[in-house]
């Protein structure tokens, strides 16, 4: 299993990045695919969900409204759009991917290398 993320960088308040997941060694539309990050010094926060088999989206109230999860089942990717970005959003955002088949149960087993956003003022 291989997750690899793209997208990262600096940004000023205000700007819309977007990030890019990567996936390969197993059934790619069979699992979950969450977004989380960590801010410089804090724990890992989840960011946002996303399942295949009805395109359920979830999204902590944090960037619900900012942040968009999406997922090219023909390319094997995930992507989350952000917008609206604030410094708090700065962190190194992570693609993970869930154990369990269809499901959205936080029971993360593989993680990609991350992906560094900051964001100034």
């Known amino acids: 299993v291989q997750l690899v993320e793209s997208g990262g960088g600096s940004v000023q308040a205000g700007g819309t990045p977007t990030l890019s997941c990567a996936v390969s060694g197993y059934t790619y539309t069979t699992y979950g695919m969450y977004w989380v990050r960590q801010a410089p010094g804090k724990g890992i926060e989840w960011v946002s969900s996303?399942?295949?088999?009805?395109?359920?989206?979830y999204y902590a109230d944090s960037v619900k409204g900012r942040f968009t999860i999406s997922r090219d089942n023909a390319k094997n990717t995930v992507g989350l759009q952000m917008t609206g970005l604030q410094p708090e959003d700065t962190a190194v955002y992570y693609c993970v991917k869930d154990r369990t088949p269809y499901s959205l149960w936080h029971d993360y087993d593989a993680w990609g290398q991350g992906a560094l956003v900051t964001v100034s003022s």
């Open positions: 996303i399942l295949k088999v009805d395109w359920t989206t």
